[in-house]
């Protein structure tokens, strides 16, 4: 486990500071995939930077499950989606060259080198140049030269950008290993779709801060307030339309959505129960959730 504890970060804006962290705290857990979320300029990458001993924060640390603060050989990160990889060295000579860079030995580095190539699915491409390889293959090779050391936390930033659909699923698959392996992950991405079927547990920030944290991105929709549509026969009904504009609710083809249920019953109590189609329960979307809490400062 890491804790992250009460990191506070500031950049010199003009003659103001802006607080880019804003005493963050949360932890993650060994064979554990954390989906890191926010929107753009919540501080994400400033807070993964951190984490990963690439930036200084102002105060706060980064501590292991015994209350020591984190190595650097500890936690490995790829960062806003850069592979970062030496075009013109093969699949296995990057893997090498960054594994004896990172301290282990050349015979290490080489075994290390085979294991990883066969774990992310490139032993066929092992005498390959990296610039020779698709972009879904370069980020699978990136993460593995992120495991060269054997690190204990592996911070990924926007591990998807820009991959085809098929080498996404090669790198899911080869990040639940990793987690089945006890590797604690923790990810950023603007593909809502990966945090909602990847990750164990999300966490949000907005303006630096935390703002949700502990959340089962299977379960999120259990928080939301459920909201209802509702169609009619003829949208006609004049105490209904005066209602309607009442609670600001706009009637589309005798169809009215987002409903909140505690303005049903007045709805409902001016129609015709003959004149309703369908009355039907909206499930709030990841997405919906998500902005909810990245867009407020309330849990």
Do not use: W
């Not at 594994?99 to 066969?118: D, F, N, P, W």
């Amino acid at each position: 486990m890491f804790h992250i504890k009460n990191i506070v970060k500031h950049y010199k804006s003009g003659s103001d500071f802006v607080k880019a962290v804003d005493d963050l705290s949360f932890d993650i857990n060994s064979g554990e995939i954390l989906a890191f979320l926010g929107l753009n300029g919540a501080g994400k990458t400033t807070a993964i930077k951190i984490i990963a001993g690439l930036v200084d924060a102002d105060s706060g640390s980064v501590e292991t499950a015994q209350g020591e603060r984190a190595g650097v050989l500890q936690i490995s990160a790829l960062l806003d989606g850069h592979r970062n990889l030496y075009a013109r060295m093969t699949c296995r000579e990057n893997l090498e060259y960054f594994g004896v860079l990172r301290g282990l030995s050349i015979s290490k580095a080489e075994s290390r080198a085979e294991e990883l190539l066969e774990f992310f699915g490139l032993k066929d491409k092992a005498e390959v140049f990296a610039q020779k390889l698709s972009r879904g293959m370069q980020q699978r090779l990136a993460v593995s030269v992120a495991m060269m050391q054997e690190p204990k936390l592996l911070l990924l930033d926007e591990p998807t950008l820009g991959i085809d659909y098929e080498n996404t699923q090669l790198l899911i698959e080869a990040l639940q290993k990793l987690k089945s392996e006890g590797v604690a992950i923790l990810i950023t991405t603007h593909e809502l779709s990966i945090a909602e079927n990847l990750a164990d547990r999300v966490t949000i920030i907005r303006e630096g801060k935390l703002v949700a944290d502990n959340i089962n991105p299977r379960s999120l929709q259990q928080e939301a307030t459920y909201h209802y549509q509702l169609v009619l026969e003829d949208g006609e009904c004049p105490e209904f339309k005066a209602l309607a504009n009442e609670y600001e609710l706009s009637i589309v083809d005798n169809s009215v959505d987002s409903i909140d249920q505690s303005l049903l019953p007045e709805l409902l109590s001016v129609i015709n129960p003959a004149k309703i189609v369908s009355l039907t329960k909206q499930q709030p979307s990841f997405e919906q959730i998500f902005l909810k809490h990245a867009r407020s400062s309330s849990c």
